[in-house]
């Protein structure tokens, strides 16, 4: 491992963290490294191949279409059944095209939504009654977007679930202050499967874009909120923390 990404030892031991989309990307960083401090991780993904991620760092796996709403009050039942409680719930699932509006479908919107949307929105809920139910606190963590700020051709229905993101992401602070805090995390260009196919000179074309002149590793996404999620951050809620490389300082 790299000497940049340092856990910290024990800083979540004996805390149970769920991640959606934790198959690959941000959400196997992010399980990998609360695996690494000391948490019991839950993952949560509609991929079979978050039990392969599971397998390896001790984890459990849950296979979860987060648009369900039946399939999220199943991933938190068996998260209490494995675990016996919830201290943080990340949700960082989503569903993207990219097109304009024009040639997007309403069932793609329905997608897209369903899961970045409704399933946040739904993810939040059932971790707020556990928490509720258990004494009280908690920790929720949104995974928003640079793209919650600021527009981009062919993005449509998903720059609308990471603006909807940031409001939800208030209101939860709001309702649920002091006990349970809630932070979205907006992140920009992360280094991720998800970009590879992009073709060589679009991806120049982005990362001239950005002052820091790279893309992120997913590894520092995860070291972020392992802080964000822990009692050194107690006082932070309501709020996005922006990991951009200063994209979004160009306005």
Known sequence: MNARYFPVPDRHMRRV????????????????????????????????????????????????????????????????????????WHNNAFAAVFKPIHEQT?????????????????????????????????????????????????????????????????????DHAPDIRAVAIAPGLIATDAVKGIPEDVMAEVIASIPAGRAADPKEVAALTAFIASDEADYMSGTAVILDGAYLAIG
Not at 141 to 168: D, I, M, R
Request: glycine share 12%.
């Open 106 to 174: 309403l069932e793609e919107f329905d997608q897209i939504t369903g899961v970045g949307i409704r399933g946040y929105w739904m993810g939040a809920k059932v971790a707020v009654e556990q928490m509720r139910a258990q004494g009280g606190k908690g920790v929720i963590v949104n995974t928003a977007s640079v793209q919650s700020f600021v527009g981009e051709k062919g993005f449509s229905a998903y720059q609308a679930t990471k603006g909807a993101v940031l409001a939800l992401t208030r209101s939860l602070a709001l």
């Open 17 to 88: 963290y769920v991640i959606t989309g934790g198959a690959q990307g941000i959400g196997q960083a992010c399980a990998e490294r609360f695996a690494q401090e000391g948490a019991q991780v839950m993952i949560a993904d509609r991929d079979p191949r978050g039990a392969d991620v599971a397998e390896t760092i001790g984890a459990a796996f849950h296979q979860t279409d987060m648009s369900d709403p039946a399939q999220v009050r199943a991933l938190a039942a068996a998260t209490v059944a494995r675990f016996g409680r919830i201290d943080i």
